[in-house]
């Protein structure tokens, strides 16, 4: 382009002939290409250099970010905006290219902006669901995720009930019902609508045994949400259900260690737990009033950037924290022992949706945390048995779900009875 504005025919010329080499281009070089042809004609380039500024902006023989990430991204946002809106690709690529914008947006700790780009995101899921009669709207379980880690969590709450609602019909077949069924009852949770959250529990509950019986999901994930309902029954006050549901439990996970699985599985139980296991820490975890909290029942996958970031860098001085509280409980364990157990938990479960969520030896990782976690609740149940003996038998069923996640269903089991023994539910 020269000084006065105009496209030089030169450039044009190059534009094209970069396009057209035999070889292969680089994502620069595309884009440059497209940013030129895009002033000559705009329908057939527009969506182009929106998608290739989107490539160049992750490089993906490296796995690593561009620099300029996101002023590639805002770059591809406005290209697609640019777009003719009778142009019937817009709505696709202008998704793309908000989505793309709103992950490097979270990355920079702009939240608002970010929501933002995702509550355009659904504007244009709606208009394409209402044009396609499709009942599952692109874009609202974003918009849920975020609404969730701003803490309102009434309005997440409504859209993880439309975004399950939708998805119901069709049942697991889909292969994504049992995750929204989890973020469905953590935001229905932390609304403060228990009986709704109990009653969805009940749903995924009953979803993962008709699996499990036909051989369609493994056993572990009926396993966890069995144990998931009971620990929220009892949060409710509900410990008659929770009792049944435990002793439902015991059968499952007898049958697990005499006899393993029914078939071979992927990995994917293991995630399952993992976010299972945050239900099970949420009342000892106490996040920082400042600052994002990840979306409960959801997946660190589905997190945003800066929640993720914040949730695990955590874990050095939680640490330090726990090793400096230990000592102080040795002198005086009427003033910090409890403490110390309820924090100690709070280090456990986070490193094990951190480890977990990065290898599948996450086992070896995490073992020790688990172990050191029912030794100190050992030592709270003999120093106060009152409460002590039912943190115990929480922190025991920690523990068996990890050995359940470990494939080690023998220990998982003599953990579970002995929790049992702890709440006087032996029979």
């Known amino acids: 382009m020269n000084h006065s504005g105009k496209i030089d025919q030169d450039d044009i010329v190059r534009a094209r002939n970069v396009l057209l080499a035999s070889g292969r281009r680089t994502p620069r070089e595309e884009v440059d290409a497209y940013?030129?042809?895009s002033q000559v004609s705009p329908a057939g380039y527009l969506p182009l250099l929106a998608r290739a500024l989107q490539r160049l902006s992750y490089d993906t023989s490296v796995g690593k970010w561009h620099p300029s990430s996101l002023a590639l991204c805002e770059e591809a946002v406005a290209a697609a905006r640019s777009i003719d809106p009778a142009e019937t690709a817009r709505a696709n690529v202008l998704y793309q290219a908000l989505d793309s914008c709103q992950r490097q947006l979270y990355m920079a700790g702009r939240r608002a902006e970010g929501l933002a780009m995702r509550a355009e995101m659904l504007a244009i899921g709606r208009a394409q669901a209402e044009l396609s009669g499709d009942p599952v709207v692109k874009g609202l379980h974003e918009w849920a995720a975020g609404l969730s880690e701003e803490g309102r969590y009434a309005e997440a709450a409504d859209a993880m009930t439309e975004l399950v609602a939708a998805r119901l019909p069709d049942g697991p077949a889909s292969g994504g019902l049992a995750w929204s069924l989890l973020e469905w009852i953590a935001a229905l949770h932390d609304a403060g609508r228990s009986s709704e959250a109990l009653a969805a529990f009940e749903t995924l509950v009953s979803m993962e045994a008709a699996e499990a019986?036909?051989?369609r999901g493994p056993m572990a994930c009926h396993l966890y949400s069995l144990i998931g309902y009971a620990q929220m029954l009892d949060t409710h006050g509900r410990g008659e259900q929770a009792v049944l549901a435990r002793q439902e439990a015991l059968a499952l996970l007898t049958e697990l260690a005499d006899t393993g699985e029914r078939k071979s599985w992927s990995g994917y139980q293991a995630s399952f737990w993992a976010v299972l296991l945050t239900f099970s820490g949420?009342?000892?975890?106490r996040p920082a009033p400042d600052g994002p909290r990840p979306p409960s029942g959801a997946a660190p996958m589905q997190w945003?950037?800066?929640a993720k970031r914040r949730y695990f860098d955590s874990l050095q001085a939680l640490r330090e924290e726990v090793d400096t509280l230990a000592a102080r409980a040795t002198e005086d364990p009427d003033q910090h022992l409890a403490e110390l157990v309820r924090l100690h938990r709070v280090l456990t479960v986070?490193?094990?949706?951190y480890w977990e969520n990065r290898t599948h030896l996450f086992a070896e990782r995490v073992r020790s945390l688990f172990?050191?976690?029912?030794c100190l609740a050992g030592r709270l149940s003999q120093h106060d048995p009152a409460d002590g003996m039912r943190t115990l038998a929480g922190i025991l069923i920690d523990r068996s779900t990890f050995h359940t996640a470990a494939r080690e269903f023998g220990p998982a089991l003599d953990d579970f009875r002995q929790?049992?023994?702890c709440l006087g539910e032996v029979n």
């Open 350 to 353: 986070r490193s094990a949706v």
């Open 213 to 215: 019986a036909n051989d």
């Open 371 to 374: 172990d050191d976690g029912v």
């Open 304 to 306: 945003s950037p800066d």
């Open 282 to 285: 949420a009342e000892s975890d």
């Open 35 to 37: 940013r030129v042809l």
């Open 419 to 421: 929790a049992l023994n």
